[in-house]
Nanobody
Framework: QGQLEESGGGEVQAGGALRLSCAAP????????MGWFRQGPGKEREWVAL???????NYRDSVRGRFRIYKDTTEDTLFLEITDLIPGDTALYLC??????????????????WGRGAQVTVSS
């Protein structure tokens, strides 16, 4: 598998929206557990949205209803749609794929492959 790469980050005003993308050369997104994580300034990395190979999803409470994770299997791309952005969403957003053990939708399973991240900055 090639390196996962995120895109779509940027600077937006509070209340705005973004769509982040994640893909890797030759990588098929269909069969793997995948997730979006973020690390805000001075904070630890946290999971925000997870998607099982069967399509089921889970969201961190703080983003539920504002974030949507989904896969486009024709483009082999993982997406994260973010709406109603707040300054607290400011972070480096990273995608990850393939858990080696544990439960996909639990948020604490270790991922093997990681992207380098896309910065999202929300101004008030």
């Amino acid at each position: 598998q090639g390196q996962l790469e995120e895109s779509g980050g940027g600077e937006v005003q509070a209340g705005g929206a973004l769509r982040l993308s994640c893909a890797a050369p030759g990588y098929k997104v269909r069969g793997d557990c995948m997730g979006w994580f973020r690390q805000g300034p001075g904070k630890e990395r946290e999971w925000v949205a997870l998607i099982h190979a069967n399509g089921k999803t889970n969201y961190r409470d703080s983003v539920r209803g504002r974030f949507r994770i989904y896969k486009d299997t024709t483009e082999d791309t993982l997406f994260l749609e973010i709406t109603d952005l707040i300054p607290g969403d400011t972070a480096l957003y990273l995608c990850a794929s393939f858990i080696e053990r544990g439960t996909c939708l639990s948020g604490d399973a270790p991922y093997r492959y990681w992207g380098r991240g896309a910065q999202v900055t929300v101004s008030s």
